[in-house]
Structure formats: C-alpha cells, structure tokens
C-alpha cells in the first residue's frame, strides 16, 4: 500500500513541474521509485501518516524532506554518471548535434559571405595600419583594414588588448596572416577568439602550420571567468600548402620560405621544429565602377531593383527584352592612386631571403613586368643587413615600392595612451613607488601621418597607429585617431593636491633602511586585461642580483620592458633564477615563453654562459608547455622544471605489469603543504638567490592550484594566487611580513566569488588578519574595474593597500601603499561614483527578482 501510494504521488509530481531542472528531478524520483518496486526495496523510509485512504492531502515538512534526498540522490548519482553507457549515448548524441550546428552555421556563413568573384563586397577603401611596430609594448604586426574587413597580420601577445587603439573590435577579425609558427607571432591568438562573440564569424588562420593544435591543447586551461570557451570549433586552419586565398576584395599568394636542407645558417635556431617562413603577396581586386547615370537614360534603363542588380554585376532583361550588360552602364572613370600590390615578408634567416629571391611567384616583379607597390618588411635587423637581404632591395630599388620596415630597431614611441597617461598620473601621487616608463621622458602627439617616422636609405621605419592607403575612398569624414601624451599635468582637484602635499611629507620622512625584498606589480588584472591593467605578473627581487618572477601573465614581458627599459631588463633576466607559476590558466602562464626567449637571447647579447631558468609548476602547465615545444620551437630545453604536481605520475613500466601499458601502482600520499628547496634542482644556490624557505600550499581553484610561501631576504612572504578563503594558507603563512592575496570580486558578490572559486575584497582582509600579516596587499581586480577596484573605509584601518600596475615597492616603503587610499578616492571619484551607481542598479535588480519570485510563490501555493 505505501509503495502504491509513493508511486501515486512521483507520479502527481511528475505532471506539475514546469521548469525542466524540475522535471529531471522529478524523473530521477520515480525511477527510483519504479526500482524500489521492483526489488521489494524502500529506498526513503516514508512515515506512516503520509500513507491515507484518500491520498489528497500531503504534510509540506515531509514533501521538503523528500525533495532534500532526491536532490542528494541525484548529486550521488551525477558523480558516477560519466561512466554509464547512458551517458556515453547522450555524449555521442550532442557530438552529433554539435556537428549539425557546424554544418548550418557553414550553410549560414555561405549565404550571408558573397563568393570570391561577386563585386558587392570589393573594399572602397584599403589601408595598411601599424599596429605595433616592434617595440614597446607590441611586437611587430600591423592591419590591412577595409570598411567590411580587418586582416592582421601576426598576432603577438597584447594585441587583443590595444586593438581599440585602432578602432578595430576583434570580432572584426576574421583572417590571421602568421609568418612563422614563433611565439611572438601567434601569442595573442587565444585572446582574440575568446573576446568574440558566441555568433561571430570563423577565424582563418592564415600560412603557419600546427596553431590549431596548440590552441586545442591550452583550450581546457582558460579561466572560467571568460565564461565557456569557444574555440577550437570556431578556427579555420589554413596553411601555405593551399597555395592561396582568395575573398570578395583580394587575392593572397602564400609563398613558403625554407632554406635549402644541405645548408645551415650560423644565425638559424635549432631549438626550432619547423623552420619554414610565409610570405604573403596581396594583389587587391580592381575596384568597383559606379554606375554612370548618363548611360541608364540612353538605355531608358527604368528605376527600381534592375539598377541594383546592375551595381551587383548581373545582367539584367529589360521589360523591352532588351539585355543589358553591367560594363555597358558602367562609368569609364578609373580610380586615381591605386596601389593594388602588397608584398608581407618575416624571414628568419639569410637563406630565407634567398628562397624568397628564387621564388617564382616574385619573379614578375624582380624583371620589372609589373608593379609592387608596398612591401612590409618583419625581419630582424641581423637578417636586414645580410649581402642577401641587400641584394633583394637591389631587385626592387627602381620599381618605386615603398618599404615599410617593422622591427626592433624602430623608432621607440609610448604608442599606448590608456597605460602612459594613467602611469603618469600615478606618478604624480607617488614618484618613489611608480617609476618613469621608458622612452623617459618622451613628449608628443601621435597621429596616423608620417611625422613620427623614419627614413633610412630605402626603408620608412614606421611608428604605431601609421596608416597607408593601398585605395583611398571618402575618408574625409571620418574621426581622426590622435594620442596626446605631451608632458603636461594631469588634472586633479585641489583636495587631491592638498592631499598628495600631505602623503609627499609622510613619504620624505620614511626611513630607507631596508631595500629587499623589492616587489614590482606588472599586472593586477584578473582574467583578462583591460586598458589600464594587465593581466597577473609579479617580481620579488632578493638583491641586486637575485630575482624571482610569480606568475606569467600575457604581456608581461612588455610590462617588465617599459618599467626597465632595453637594458635594464636584459640585466634583469640574467638575474632571473626561478619562475613560480601558481595554476595553468592562461592569464597566469601565458607570458612564459617569452620570458625564457628573451632571457635566452639576453644571455647571448651581453656574452654569458646561459644558466638554466629554474621553473617550479604543476602538470597541467607542463602540458600546453611540452606541446609548445614539439610544434614550434623546443623550449624545454633552456629549463630546469620542478613539477610540484600533488599526485604525482605512476612509472612507465613495471616487471609484473602486462607490456605496453603503464599499470596504476599506488602512489605516496603528498601533503597538501609541500617545502619545495628539497627538490630544487643543482643549480639551486641559497645564498646566491637569497632564499631560505619555499612552499607550494594548496588552495581553493582548480584542481593542482597553489599559493607560496617564501623567506627572500630574510623576510616572509605569502603569495595566495587564485583562491577563495583558504585556511590551510593562513595557518600555513602565519606571521607574514606581507600578504598579496587576490580580491577579484567586491563585498556583496561572495556568490560569484563561491562559484568561480575566488575572493572577495572582505575576505582576503580577513585572510590577512587570521594569519596576523603585518602588510597586505590587494591584487588581481576583475576587468569590471578597469582603473581602481571600489575602496570600503574599512581598509582605511590596517595595512592594507591596493596594487596598480608598474607599482614598485621596495620592503621599507610598504606602509606607505595604504597611504594611497584616500588619494585614489579623490582622484578617481568619477570612476567610483560609477562603479556604486552600478552596484545600486544591480542590488534594485536583485531586489525586484526576488519579490518576483516570492509573488510566483504565493500564487502558486494559493492555487
């Protein structure tokens, strides 16, 4: 009779749900109600008085109850559901859905794409655009844009951050034209796809090979904050063995550059896989006539839908049964200054310049049968100054091509507003804590003209955001991109001034007694960057030469390079010992490979034996760094790894196991606290790196997270990485001499920080105050505060400060960082004032969803 009864009642519940959460639960109750029928088993003891001769009536407590256990049943049951051959259908069913979504959006794609030889979308205008040109912050790469078009060519790291300086979204970017499979050309692709949109169109990845693999292989390492990750599903890989690429506007050749096998350059890297270059030439399609008024009168062409599909190049029939072609209504009018023939070209080597001079595809234009008009030069200045290089700008000096240059040796010009002007601004609160960015001192106004470039013999050494047009249109109206970093005062009220009068006085009165441990903050952004921060990186310096680098976020050799400058952080590098890395998200690793590039090269340019980068991580960022090495350039090598892995790996074979297969032998339990100066490799010197005590502590994140714990010069440090409250790191860190703990969220988003796995600002301080730190300092702010995180007055109490970006503190000046505090409030009141107004509108909305929810309660209970 009770199992009757249930059966009823599951089955009652079945028919009243209407959200589809509720109706798998109420599915998953009465199959278990079905089973316990069927095995004469009771898998939830029922009271009795729920049982009743009229089952109408239910108790409310009984019915919370019984949902509660469906819930916990359904939670046990999700944990070994990957398994169950039910699950493995349902997988294959949504693969196969996936690939049907592919095959419409293909289908989509085709409709709203003209083919290759419509005319409807030929550009009205084309221009080249410098982006970065080789120093500073941007690597060498530049921009083919069009009205409907963005082609970028090389995608270093930072270039999804300065993009805007452009005007360029990178949703916008649809073709990526990569000239050799190097770091610093393919770096910054990950940012760009998982900045667009879920409907945004598929990126091409144009000429190097192997780039759509190690995106696949970084995919499941993205911070969630980003949200789902949408690539690889949405990249196109086409590599120069397709020949060529064509679209509505232009023609690109690829022409592969490989040096010939039996012959080895002195100046080749033979860490490198794949020592192919591509050279892209760009012929545009001629551009599209207008029609020619005079001629539809003559032809008594009528108004209406016939002119347009004239204006598409179709032939239209007349209602006279006339034909009429779209040349016969055409105007001859040809237009003026059309420079149609582009040349892009990166070879690494002398015998890349020779394998593009042997080049067929060249040829025409070598014997003067026709007319480059531009070609972009990305080779290195050691490759420009080679006998072969010369001789290919003697093939081309009489041909009137314009050479612009992009590469090291290029004027260098603080092309990025956002970071120059809010550095200087920081400046003007605290000259000691944020030193001058390199060039020092630079003044000026920079501008899409050419004042800011170069001459030199045969090439134009461009500055950044430069612009020359291939096809100009009507430009006239368009907004011109200025940036105004001339040498003047920043504006601040004069409260702010009063209290920087008051801060200068306290930081004159400072004692420097105590140098090291010296901290630089080169990025504090959490996730991704935004215009004002970079994404996480910092540097602990021991001495003046011993250094320490934790976390590697993308850009930050950039960071390093406009706080140090050439030099200064070629000394550096060679001081770096050892890189921390607390996670594999991106944010925190990307920057990696071009730190151990740089320091390698460091070491050969200033002629010093090279030391091995000692690099202390997890597997999962092993991972993406193995496969790195076996596609592009073999970086392993230039490192000594330190894998702190929590589970460590099984042996790869055994003498009772069955051959070929790796057997799953016990491993020894490892402490969730580990001292790492045990497994440091022989190059390890304590004394040397002014280092006495390493820890990896493992926090709350993903699955191998770490916080550190070290005594560098002498004093403790507690980095927490990404984590929320962690007990285990405040009893591990207690007494610190400063704490850096991330606060991605403020106070009243402790749900998002819970399901993200992150901080809020209230409890990293209190993180701070449980292990009795004596300096804290906030970092890793979400890209929601672009410029400054909101300020509670309650941090106005300890020593708490906020970190910024180019912040560099030295151990003696650490109280002075909370002093900051109420110059931040005056100084950025307008951006705080937006940031409550947002906080108000998103509680007003919270709010309304609530009362919402509770009337669908009561009319839900009432009925």
Request: charged share 25%.
């Amino acid at each position: 009779m009770r199992r009757a009864a249930l059966k009823t009642f599951a089955h009652r519940i079945l028919k009243e749900v209407t959200h589809p959460s509720e109706y798998l639960t109420s599915c998953l109750f009465v199959v278990l109600v079905e089973i316990s029928q069927f095995f004469s088993i009771s898998l939830f003891r029922i009271p009795r008085q729920f049982v009743s001769t009229t089952a109408k009536t239910f108790n409310e407590d009984l019915l919370e109850s019984i949902k509660e256990r469906i819930a916990r049943n359904r939670r046990i049951l999700q944990k070994h559901s990957s398994s169950h051959l039910k699950a493995r259908e349902v997988n294959a069913s949504i693969s196969n859905l996936r690939q049907s979504m592919a095959s419409v959006q293909k289908k989509q794609k085709a409709a709203h794409e003209p083919p290759s030889n419509s005319i409807v979308n030929i550009p009205s205008q084309v221009s080249i655009e410098i982006l970065g040109n080789g120093t500073g912050l941007l690597h060498a790469c530049f921009i083919l844009r069009t009205p409907l078009k963005t082609y970028m060519f090389n995608c270093p790291e930072n270039a999804c951050r300065f993009l805007w300086q452009l005007r360029v979204r990178s949703s916008s970017v649809v073709d990526l034209f990569l000239t050799s499979a190097s770091w610093d050309n393919i770096a910054g692709i990950s940012s760009i796809l998982l900045s667009k949109e879920a409907n945004a169109m598929p990126t091409r990845l144009h000429g190097a090979m192997n780039i759509k693999h190690f995106l696949e292989c970084i995919r499941p390492f993205q911070d969630s904050d980003y949200g789902s990750c949408k690539y690889p599903s949405q990249v196109e890989e086409r590599p120069y063995t397709m020949g060529n690429y064509e679209d509505a506007g232009m023609k690109v050749t690829y022409i592969p550059l490989s040096p010939p096998l039996d012959m080895t350059s002195k100046t080749s890297n033979k860490n490198k896989v794949n020592n192919v270059d591509v050279a892209f030439l760009i012929e545009m399609k001629e551009a599209a006539r207008r029609i020619d008024v005079t001629k539809l009168l003559e032809l008594k062409v009528p108004k209406g839908p016939l002119i347009g599909k004239l204006k598409s190049g179709e032939a239209v029939t007349l209602p006279d049964g006339r034909t009429i072609q779209p040349d016969q209504v055409f105007s001859s009018h040809k237009v003026e200054g059309e420079k149609p023939f582009l040349l892009v070209a990166e070879c690494t080597t002398e015998e890349h310049v020779q394998s593009l001079l042997d080049s067929s595809s060249m040829q025409p234009f070598f014997n003067k049968e026709k007319q480059l008009d531009y070609m972009v030069h990305l080779s290195r200045e050691s490759v420009i100054n080679t006998e072969s290089y010369k001789k290919l700008m003697e093939k081309l000096s009489d041909s009137g091509t314009s050479h612009l240059l992009i590469n090291e040796a290029n004027p260098v010009i603080p092309a990025v507003e956002s970071v120059y002007k809010h550095t200087r601004l920081l400046r003007t609160i605290s000259p000691s804590l944020f030193p001058p960015l390199h060039p020092i001192d630079w003044s000026g106004i920079i501008t899409q003209n050419s004042e800011l470039a170069e001459k030199q013999d045969q090439f134009i050494r461009v500055a950044p955001l430069q612009r020359y047009w291939m096809r100009r249109g009507n430009s006239q109206n368009e907004e011109p991109i200025i940036n105004n970093l001339s040498a003047s005062d920043p504006e601040i009220s004069v409260k702010a001034k009063e209290l920087i009068g008051e801060y200068r006085k306290l930081e004159d009165s400072v004692d420097k007694n105590c140098e090291f441990p010296k901290f630089t903050f080169f990025g504090t952004s959490s996730a991704v960057p935004s215009k004002y921060r970079n994404v996480t990186g910092y540097l602990v310096e021991g001495s003046d030469e011993s250094a320490i680098l934790l976390d590697v976020g993308e850009g930050t050799y950039g960071q390093m390079k406009a706080i140090f400058g050439e030099v200064g952080c070629k000394k550096l590098l060679t001081n770096l010992h050892c890189v921390l890395i607390t996670h594999a998200h991106q944010d925190h690793m990307n920057g990696l490979y071009t730190i151990v590039d740089r320091r390698k090269e460091a070491f050969e340019s200033l002629g010093i034996p090279y030391r091995p980068l000692v690099l202390v991580c997890n597997r999962n960022v092993l991972k993406p760094l193995k496969t790195y090495s076996i596609c592009f350039e073999n970086i392993q090598s230039l490192l000594e790894i330190v894998d702190i892995s929590r589970h460590p790996l099984t042996p790869p074979s055994s003498p009772n196991g069955p051959p070929g297969k790796r057997p799953r032998l016990p491993s020894p339990h490892l402490p969730p606290s580990r001292d790492i100066l045990g497994d440091m490799p022989s190059i390890f010197d304590k004394k040397k790196w002014n280092l006495d005590e390493l820890k990896a502590v493992q926090v709350h994140h993903t699955r191998m997270a770490n916080g550190f714990v070290m005594r560098v010069a002498g004093k403790r440090i507690v980095f927490s990485g990404d984590t929320k409250p962690c007990d285990l790191l405040v009893e591990e860190g207690q007494g610190a001499d400063i704490l850096v703990h991330e606060s991605t969220f403020e106070d009243g988003h402790e749900n998002d920080a819970m399901r993200k796995r992150h901080s809020t600002m209230g409890q990293a301080v209190d993180v701070g105050k449980r292990m009795n730190a004596k300096h804290i300092i906030l970092t890793h702010f979400s890209a929601r505060y672009p410029k400054v995180p909101v300020l509670p007055q309650y941090l106005d109490t300890d020593n708490i400060g906020i970190a910024m970006d180019m912040l560099r503190v030295r151990f003696d000046h650490l109280s002075l960082v909370p002093k900051l505090l109420p110059i931040y409030r005056e100084v950025f009141v307008t951006e705080l004032f937006e940031l409550t107004i947002k906080k108000e509108q998103r509680n007003l909305k919270d709010k309304e969803s609530l009362e919402k929810n509770e009337q669908r309660k009561a009319v839900k209970q009432s009925s």
